[in-house]
Structure formats: C-alpha cells, structure tokens
C-alpha cells in the first residue's frame, strides 16, 4: 500500500525544510529538523489528505560517536488510509527536541522513555520524569557509551568503573 | 486492602478538605504483576492517578544490542509471557525483512497456529481474571483449566510450556511432531463450548455487569489519541485489525471476523476478547486444514540452522556451517525496519536498525501493554471510584512484563 503514498505532496507543502530518506525501503520515511516538527506533525494529523491519526511509537537513537549523534524515530500510521510514515529528527549532543504531547497524548509515556534511556529533553513536556529506573538513578542507560554492565556500585562489584571527568555532566539527573 | 502511605490536609475555598495519598501495589493481586498505582483519593473518589512502572525492567532492548540475531528470540519470549509464539513471529518477521527472505508456507502455518493458540491463552487470563478483579473468582479456574489445555498443545510442539522460542528465522525449529493435528482439533472441539459456559457464568451475572457496564468508556477519537491498539481500540468502534488490513503471513487466505464493539467500557473491552477466541478457533482449524507438507525452514545454510541432524555427524561442510551460526550467527545487511503485528494486546512492533553485523544496532519493541496502560491516567468516562479503577486496570489486561521491557 505505501507506493500510493503521495508522499512528494509533503515536501511540495514543506519546501525544502522536509526531505525524503531514499535509503529506507520499508515504509515512506522523510527527515525533519527538531524546529519543524510540532508542525509536521499536525499538518499530518489534521490534513484531510493524510489523516495520521495514530502514533505508533517514538524511538531514541544513539549513533555515537557520528554525528548528529541522537536521531528520533516517529512511527506513524494513518488507519483510514492504511499508510505508514517514519520520520526522523536528528538532534545535537545535548539532545533537545519539541514535545508533541499536544498533538497526541500517547506520546507522553514514549517520550518519558526516550528520557529515561536517552537524556533527550522534550520542550514543553507535561511531566518528563523517569519512567523506567528509579528517580536517584544516574546516567542514560541506551546511550552507546554506557556499559551493558552498567557502573560499578555496592550492588554491583564486578562492573566498569565510572568514568570521572568527561561525562559527569551528560549523566545528572534533571 | 491497600496501605495508607500519607495522609496530608489541605485548605481550599470551602474550608478544608482531606486528600488521601495512597498506594495500590506493587503487590497486590489485582495489579497483574508488578505495578504501584498512586492514587490522590478524596474519601472513595480517586483524583488522579499515578502509575509507577519499571519494577520488571530488565533492559532487553540493551540486551539486544549485544545479542546476536537468533539469540534474540528468547528475550521476545518473555516480553508478554502469555503468548511468546506472537512475539517470537513479530520479530522474525522483521529480520526476515531486512534479509529480504520469507519462511517457507508450512513454516508459515506453523507460525500462524501458534499465535492463535497463544492468543486464546492470552485472552483465557483475563477472560478469567477481570471477574475475579471484581470479585467474581469462579470464572478463572474454569479459564486456567482450558489454558493448561493450549500449554499441554505447546508442550507437545515445541516441548516447552511457556516460553516456547519456536520460530527461527527464516522458518520454525522443527516441524510439527505426529498426531499433533489430530489433537489440536479435539483441543478445537472442546474448547467451542467452553467458550458458550464462560458467557453463561459470567455475562449474565448481575453484579459483574454492574460493575464492568459504563465503567471507563472510551471514545473512538480517545483511544486514537491514546494510541489504544488491538482489543481495547476494537471494544471503542475503531474498525482496524492488522491481520485483515495489513495481512502479513498466510492471513490473506484465512477467513475471519474482526469483533468490532461500540460502547467502549470495561465490559465491551472484555467480551471483545471472549469473542475474539471463537474467531481464533476459526483460523486453527483453516490452517490445519490448508497446511501441506513441506520444508519448515528457509534453504540457506548461511541463515537456517541444518535440519538434518544426521548430517552434523557426516558431512564437515554442514558442521562448519552449524559452528558458525550457533558461535558468530549471521550477518544482516544494513537497513532498517518496522513491522507490527496484531498480537493478542494489540500492535506489536519491533524497529530494527542494522548496521551489517551479527548484531542489530538498535532494536526498539513497540510493546502494546506499554502504551494501553497509559489510558490508566486519563480520567476517561466514567470511572470515579476506587473500585472502578481496579475494573479499568483489568480490562486493560496489560502484562506488566511487557510494559517493563
């Protein structure tokens, strides 16, 4: 069903501030900048064109050490047309990004987990805690650079040392 | 019952009022595992609800990174451990993709039968369980006695009850042992009336419809925006089910009902599920039906492990093979995918992004009790009381295991 998604139509609407990731061969899948993506997003919600109107999930990436370093991954699903769409948002180190809460309300648990294991700041967000480790925790545990075994502690003896200077900063807790 | 944790006063413009913290589980029977619910309760009336998870975490998508690709299979298993067959499918299908490879058709069957088995084990639970939430306990050992039949059906196929790991990629592990056919239909003509005495137990019982009837309605928009998937979206009129609109499998050939309900509360929520076995049995006999021998595995040496044992002790070329796949595993070209499936919660999703190595770079699971449990928190219809909460939860039927990841 997705090569009858229009999905020039788009980037006809967005100029040049969406593109279309060619590499993907799965689904239509376009690229936006953090900046854009409140709008993208409810223009894909309310036009009667597209009508995705379901939110499957929001994916954190972590490309370390690449650059942009973070990605987003947005899964939507337009269930009166059957389309699926990805769209990814590449984001600096720190990671920040928009909430899109407002647009659906299921985002709110996918974006307190992309927190959790990310540290990405969503702006706006109506409760960004943790959601899966405890409130004391510190570091992002999906990040590359963070080890399998996690840090070493009382409880946890035989893990890495954790390291003192250069990523202190990165692991706080808000 | 519950432990009153704190108990705070507050003024307000009518004088003061009394808000009560408390706290519903983490062990408490009627949480379905390991959930701490914080309720602000004002007398019986709940306010607002908190729910505290990740007491069942256990990091599998990390573990994923550093697993290889048919290592993954029994980390799906103990996503929702009441239906592994369905997550084992939903994330083969996914490499499946990326390799560009399809299971053979018996394979495929195979696949399929087993997730309709574990869907009706899935849903016996909380057939069972929402009446025994609300106070009606008879109902879930009749259910459990019917899903020690499917378990019994499990065991016989692949030797496990639970956790069954069965599918590989690019096939299932073995085919499917003798007589078993014969015992899945009987398993087929029990069960059909079984279904008939859990509706005469419960669905004309006075006191459960009073409490399950109206109780936290849901509207079609709602659970849109919540992103409610499978039986819950289904129970509030939204007419989707991936097996019919978006077949994937041998779902294109089989020919069923998708139980669509229009209220949208609790008791909606639950009988969507008593009829979506009856549709479930449909889709076992059809497949036992249609199957045709054959391969069960994908003829690639490089990717399916070698289905002739005998040979592992007689020809070095298929022993090299045997030694590389279960040492290293295979490579997986780079790309990335989703696929979802209609798993007995709803939308299973796996995104996987592979970067050429044995191992997936990322692999994200779109768990559907994940995101169902999040309905929880919004004050939705009509569920005030404490009591309505507990029926709210059941319904859900969230596993907590998947929710945790």
Redesign the interface.
């Known amino acids: 069903?997705s090569d009858l998604f229009p999905v020039e139509k788009i980037v006809e609407h967005f100029y040049d501030r969406v593109r279309i990731d060619d590499?993907?061969?799965?689904?239509a899948c376009v690229i936006v900048n953090p900046n854009d993506l409140v709008e993208l997003c409810s223009f894909l919600r309310d036009d009667a064109e597209f009508k995705f109107?379901?939110?499957?999930?929001i994916?954190g990436?972590?490309f370390y050490p690449q650059l942009p370093r973070f990605q987003l991954?947005y899964?939507l699903f337009s269930?009166p047309y059957?389309w699926?769409l990805?769209i990814k948002c590449p984001l600096e180190d720190p990671p920040k990004a928009p909430t899109i809460t407002p647009i659906?309300?299921?985002a709110?648990?996918?974006e307190r987990e992309a927190y959790d294991?990310y540290g990405i700041i969503f702006e706006g967000h109506p409760d960004l805690r943790?959601?899966?480790?405890?409130k004391e925790f510190e570091g992002w545990?999906?990040r590359r650079d963070f080890p399998?075994q996690g840090y070493k502690d009382k409880y946890n003896p035989f893990a890495p040392e954790k390291p003192t200077e250069q990523h202190s900063q990165l692991g706080k807790t808000l | 019952m519950t432990d009153v944790n704190v108990i705070h006063e507050t003024t307000n413009e009518h004088g003061m009022s009394r808000e009560v913290l408390m706290n519903l589980g983490p062990q408490h029977p009627s949480t379905h595992g390991v959930l701490r619910l914080l309720l602000t309760m004002d007398g019986e009336i709940v306010e607002n609800i908190q729910p505290h998870i990740g007491l069942l975490h256990r990091g599998t998508e990390k573990l994923c990174e550093n697993f290889t690709y048919t290592q993954i299979f029994p980390l799906t298993d103990r996503l929702d451990y009441l239906c592994p067959p369905s997550n084992n499918l939903a994330y083969a299908l996914a490499v499946e993709a990326l390799l560009d490879i399809q299971a053979p058709e018996r394979a495929q069957y195979i696949r399929v039968l087993m997730a309709e088995l574990s869907r009706i084990s899935g849903h016996l639970l909380i057939t069972g369980a929402l009446p025994m939430d609300v106070g009606a306990m008879t109902a879930l050992l009749y259910t459990m006695r019917e899903r020690e039949m499917v378990m019994d059906l499990m065991e016989m196929i692949s030797g496990v009850r639970m956790h069954t790991s069965f599918c590989r990629v690019g096939g299932v592990r073995e085919d499917l042992p003798e007589g078993c056919a014969e015992r899945i239909l009987e398993f087929c003509d029990i069960f059909e009336h079984r279904i008939s005495d859990y509706e005469q137990l419960v669905e004309n019982n006075r006191v459960f419809l009073s409490r399950v009837e109206n109780i936290g309605t849901i509207s079609p928009e709602g659970a849109i925006a919540l992103g409610l998937s499978g039986p819950n979206l289904r129970a509030s009129g939204v007419d989707w089910d991936i097996r019919r609109d978006a077949p994937y499998e041998i779902y294109d050939r089989l020919d069923f009902k998708v139980i669509v309900r229009t209220d949208g509360d609790c008791y909606d929520r639950w009988k969507c599920r008593v009829d979506e076995m009856r549709e479930s049995l449909k889709i076992i006999r059809q497949c036992i039906q249609q199957m045709q021998p054959g391969p069960f595995l994908v003829d690639d040496p490089k990717i399916g492990f070698p289905v002739d044992k005998d040979l592992l002790a007689h020809s070095m070329e298929t022993h090299i093979h045997h030694f590389i796949l279960a040492a290293y595993g295979f490579k997986v070209p780079k790309g990335e995918v989703y696929k979802a499936i209609e798993a007995p919660k709803g939308e299973l999703g796996f995104y996987i992004i592979a970067d050429g190595t044995e191992k997936p770079f990322r692999l994200k699971v779109r768990a559907p009790s994940f995101v169902n449990l999040q309905a929880l928190t919004q004050h939705t219809g009509n569920m005030k009381y404490l009591a309505d909460i507990i029926a709210m939860l059941g319904s859900l039927d969230p596993v907590m295991a998947e929710v945790d990841k």
């Not at chain 1, 590499?23 to 689904?27: A, R, S, W």
């Not at chain 1, 109107?53 to 999930?57: A, G, R, V």
């Open positions: 069903m590499t993907v061969t799965d689904m109107n379901f939110l499957s999930d994916c990436v972590d991954v899964h269930i059957g699926r990805r659906w309300c299921t709110n648990w996918h294991m943790r959601i899966y480790m405890w545990p999906m399998l």
